[in-house]
């Protein structure tokens, strides 16, 4: 390669053949930098979106001719059902765990905003979990919550309430998982508001106690509105990860009982690679990509008007 | 990555050690949070606690009623079992290699990436980051099918290339590196160029050595999510031998449902190396959680 040495003697001044000659030795150094991680991750995501697209507009099952059938896959979505009970599921999930876990993060990030005894502690005991993966605390789920010998039955047990059926129980299946994608996330909304807590200008809080304001007031209306757009940002994060919550359902329910925890990407995963319904799990993809768009841009409008950017 | 943009990496408050309250030393007495946060930590390191001690528990203790809250003695069957019945060495020695490629090649690429981008004037540079700033919205559920169909088509399916080539490189690291090179001086990079130094000269023997943080905190994310990863190996390997360990316990709850002793020795198998890692990196792991939406 002679890229380097060239661009080194290059002077000002040359003829205007040499310059653009200059100028594309110039693009190819910087190509060369960016073009393999650029190339996989374009290749890894554009191109397949785009084939995602296309696929939603056939009838195919990976073997034979693919056969054009328009936007009928997305008619199909209409009109299916079990697709607008994932929805559902999928709604109930997101229901409970985005407020739960945005709050969680609020508290335990006011909590561990101190310099008290053990406070190293407690931060890795509340982080460490985060380090689980899905199908670890999937595992552990179905132990935990076990209904014949599981410990939380056995603490009800122990203190003389009711045993439940958890995760073999329709209505409590979607807590259950909400808890224990809890457990592993929490992490990261209290980190998320950890950081942003040390933005709050520490002359202000000084300000509200000499004027005489108490702990809850000097947060209320020092350190919340401060607040306010690192929530919107972490509500929309968790959301769109509540939208497309599969790995825990399948490591502990698989989409059971009685369908109560089939959510959406649950369905497109057995549309596509149990009923090999390319077409169809493409549309609801499609269908999903959708739903976050519209979702975020919602909020991000909603919060603009209130004043409280985060974008 | 509003945060990635409106933060760079430099900037960000270290959120381990430093306390915003300010300092109160008069008294002494102990805070009144001890109440707060004591039973919070417990419960979330119950379930940890509980697959360590249920890892070494006997089988039958497991499936009695009531169950012990402790295990009367300590029994290894759940290793043994778990080490002569499954594969589960080579599902380890999978995982290890699916990482390692993963982070070398993350660090790689996206730092190469990362400096063409923030300091190397070249036509297309806009576009290019354009594009994958864009990629960030899509989510991974719409390339399943594609890629998979994709994957299919290259001979990956059934082999660790499924598992290895969706993290050989990220927007998200990508778009780290470039933050970071974005927050050094350019003198720094002027000062060698006239000591005669080349564009890869100045790259590798200055900028780099700088890099370390923004390194540490890649490597972190790119383990994190290569040692965890579920989706990909589910839907490209269905042969056992190459099983990751992530698939291979997952693969578990259909199999072995009963077998809790071992259930549980494979669960601190796939863990405890990553929670090792986090109690001595820890500094570093919440860096990585601050700047990104892992498992978003």
Same mark, same amino acid.
């Given at each position: 390669?002679?890229?380097?040495?060239?661009?080194? %003697?290059?002077?000002?001044?040359?003829?205007?053949?040499?310059?653009?000659?200059?100028?594309?030795?110039?693009?190819?150094?910087?190509?060369?930098?960016?073009?393999?991680?650029?190339?996989?991750?374009?290749?890894?995501?554009?191109?397949?979106?785009?084939?995602?697209?296309?696929?939603?507009?056939?009838?195919?099952?990976?073997?034979?001719?693919?056969?054009? @059938?328009?936007?009928?896959?997305?008619?199909?979505?209409?009109?299916?059902?079990?697709? /607008?009970?994932?929805?559902? /599921?999928?709604?109930?999930?997101?229901?409970?765990?985005?407020?739960?876990?945005?709050?969680?993060?609020?508290?335990?990030?006011?909590?561990?905003?101190?310099?008290?005894?053990?406070?190293?502690?407690?931060?890795?005991?509340?982080?460490?979990?985060? @380090?689980?993966?899905?199908?670890? %605390?999937?595992?552990?789920?179905?132990?935990?919550?076990?209904?014949?010998?599981?410990?939380?039955?056995?603490?009800?047990?122990?203190?003389?309430?009711?045993?439940?059926?958890?995760?073999?129980?329709?209505?409590?299946?979607?807590?259950?998982?909400?808890?224990?994608?809890?457990?592993?996330?929490?992490?990261?909304?209290?980190?998320?508001?950890? +950081?942003?807590?040390?933005?709050?200008?520490?002359?202000?809080?000084?300000?509200?106690?000499?004027?005489?304001?108490? +702990?809850?007031?000097?947060?209320? /209306?020092?350190?919340?509105?401060?607040?306010?757009?690192?929530?919107?940002?972490?509500?929309?994060?968790?959301?769109?990860?509540?939208?497309?919550?599969?790995?825990?359902?399948?490591?502990?329910?698989?989409?059971?009982?009685?369908? +109560?925890?089939?959510?959406?990407?649950?369905?497109?995963?057995?549309?596509?690679?149990?009923?090999?319904?390319?077409?169809?799990?493409?549309? @609801?993809?499609?269908?999903?990509?959708?739903?976050?768009?519209?979702?975020?841009?919602? @909020?991000?409008?909603?919060?603009?008007?209130?004043?409280?950017?985060?974008? | 990555?509003?945060?990635?943009?409106?933060?760079?990496?430099?900037?960000?408050?270290?959120?381990?050690?430093?306390?915003?309250?300010?300092?109160?030393?008069?008294?002494?007495?102990?805070?009144?949070?001890?109440?707060?946060?004591?039973?919070?930590?417990?419960?979330?390191?119950?379930?940890?606690?509980?697959?360590?001690?249920?890892?070494?528990?006997?089988?039958?203790?497991?499936?009695?009623?009531?169950?012990?809250?402790?295990?009367?003695?300590?029994?290894?069957?759940?290793?043994?079992?778990?080490?002569?019945?499954?594969?589960?060495?080579?599902?380890?020695?999978?995982?290890?290699?699916?990482?390692?490629?993963?982070?070398?090649?993350?660090?790689?690429?996206?730092?190469?990436?990362?400096?063409?981008?923030?300091?190397?004037?070249?036509?297309?540079?806009?576009?290019?980051?354009?594009?994958?700033?864009?990629?960030?919205?899509?989510?991974?559920?719409?390339?399943?099918?594609?890629?998979?169909?994709?994957?299919?088509?290259?001979?990956?399916?059934?082999?660790?290339?499924?598992?290895?080539?969706?993290?050989?490189?990220?927007?998200?690291?990508?778009?780290?590196?470039?933050?970071?090179?974005?927050?050094?001086?350019?003198?720094?990079?002027?000062?060698?160029?006239?000591?005669?130094?080349?564009?890869?000269?100045?790259?590798? &023997?200055?900028?780099?050595?700088?890099?370390?943080?923004?390194?540490?905190?890649?490597?972190?994310?790119?383990?994190?999510?290569?040692?965890?990863?579920?989706?990909?190996?589910?839907?490209?390997?269905?042969?056992?031998?190459?099983?990751?360990?992530?698939?291979?316990?997952?693969?578990?709850?259909?199999?072995?449902?009963?077998?809790?002793?071992?259930?549980?020795?494979?669960?601190?198998?796939?863990?405890?190396?990553?929670?090792?890692?986090?109690?001595?990196?820890?500094? &570093?792991?919440? &860096?990585?959680?601050?700047?990104?939406?892992?498992?978003?």
């Amino acid at each position: 390669m002679t890229t380097t040495a060239e661009r080194v %003697t290059a002077k000002r001044g040359t003829p205007p053949a040499q310059r653009s000659r200059r100028r594309l030795v110039e693009d190819l150094g910087g190509w060369l930098f960016v073009i393999p991680a650029t190339v996989l991750v374009l290749g890894l995501s554009i191109f397949p979106a785009a084939w995602a697209f296309i696929l939603s507009l056939q009838k195919w099952d990976g073997f034979s001719e693919p056969e054009f @059938v328009g936007g009928e896959q997305y008619a199909r979505l209409i009109t299916d059902e079990d697709f /607008h009970a994932a929805i559902l /599921h999928t709604g109930v999930y997101t229901a409970i765990f985005v407020p739960m876990s945005v709050l969680a993060g609020l508290f335990l990030a006011v909590a561990l905003n101190r310099k008290i005894r053990f406070i190293g502690f407690y931060r890795t005991a509340i982080f460490v979990p985060f @380090v689980a993966s899905a199908a670890a %605390t999937g595992i552990l789920s179905t132990y935990l919550f076990n209904p014949q010998f599981g410990l939380v039955n056995n603490v009800l047990r122990v203190t003389g309430l009711p045993q439940q059926g958890w995760l073999e129980d329709e209505t409590q299946a979607m807590w259950v998982i909400a808890l224990m994608s809890l457990w592993g996330q929490a992490a990261f909304t209290t980190v998320i508001y950890l +950081a942003a807590l040390q933005d709050v200008s520490p002359e202000l809080l000084e300000a509200a106690r000499l004027d005489g304001a108490n +702990a809850w007031q000097s947060f209320w /209306h020092v350190t919340w509105p401060a607040l306010r757009p690192v929530t919107v940002f972490v509500g929309i994060w968790q959301t769109i990860g509540a939208i497309q919550l599969f790995d825990l359902v399948f490591t502990t329910t698989r989409g059971g009982p009685l369908d +109560a925890t089939k959510t959406i990407v649950y369905y497109l995963w057995e549309q596509a690679f149990k009923r090999l319904d390319f077409g169809y799990g493409s549309a @609801v993809a499609y269908a999903l990509f959708f739903l976050t768009l519209i979702i975020t841009i919602g @909020v991000v409008i909603y919060s603009r008007r209130r004043g409280m950017e985060a974008f | 990555m509003t945060v990635l943009e409106t933060q760079p990496v430099t900037v960000l408050p270290d959120v381990t050690e430093t306390p915003a309250e300010p300092k109160r030393r008069k008294r002494r007495r102990p805070s009144l949070w001890h109440l707060f946060l004591v039973p919070v930590a417990f419960l979330f390191l119950l379930p940890f606690v509980q697959m360590f001690m249920a890892s070494v528990s006997p089988a039958e203790e497991l499936v009695s009623f009531p169950p012990p809250f402790i295990p009367s003695r300590i029994d290894f069957g759940g290793f043994v079992g778990l080490f002569t019945e499954t594969p589960i060495l080579r599902w380890m020695l999978n995982t290890v290699i699916v990482s390692s490629v993963a982070i070398v090649s993350h660090l790689v690429l996206c730092s190469l990436a990362g400096y063409g981008f923030a300091r190397l004037k070249f036509r297309g540079r806009t576009f290019g980051i354009l594009a994958i700033l864009g990629t960030i919205m899509i989510p991974t559920q719409l390339l399943m099918i594609p890629t998979y169909i994709l994957f299919s088509r290259l001979g990956l399916i059934d082999g660790l290339g499924a598992a290895i080539v969706p993290w050989l490189a990220s927007a998200f690291g990508i778009f780290l590196m470039r933050q970071f090179f974005l927050s050094l001086p350019p003198e720094l990079e002027e000062a060698g160029m006239i000591d005669g130094a080349n564009r890869w000269q100045v790259f590798l &023997q200055i900028i780099l050595p700088l890099a370390k943080p923004a390194l540490a905190t890649l490597a972190i994310f790119t383990l994190l999510n290569s040692w965890n990863d579920l989706v990909w190996p589910l839907i490209a390997i269905n042969n056992q031998d190459w099983f990751t360990l992530q698939l291979g316990i997952a693969n578990f709850q259909g199999t072995r449902r009963t077998q809790w002793t071992l259930l549980m020795a494979a669960n601190v198998i796939a863990t405890l190396p990553l929670i090792i890692f986090f109690l001595f990196a820890q500094k &570093q792991f919440v &860096q990585t959680m601050t700047l990104s939406g892992l498992r978003g």
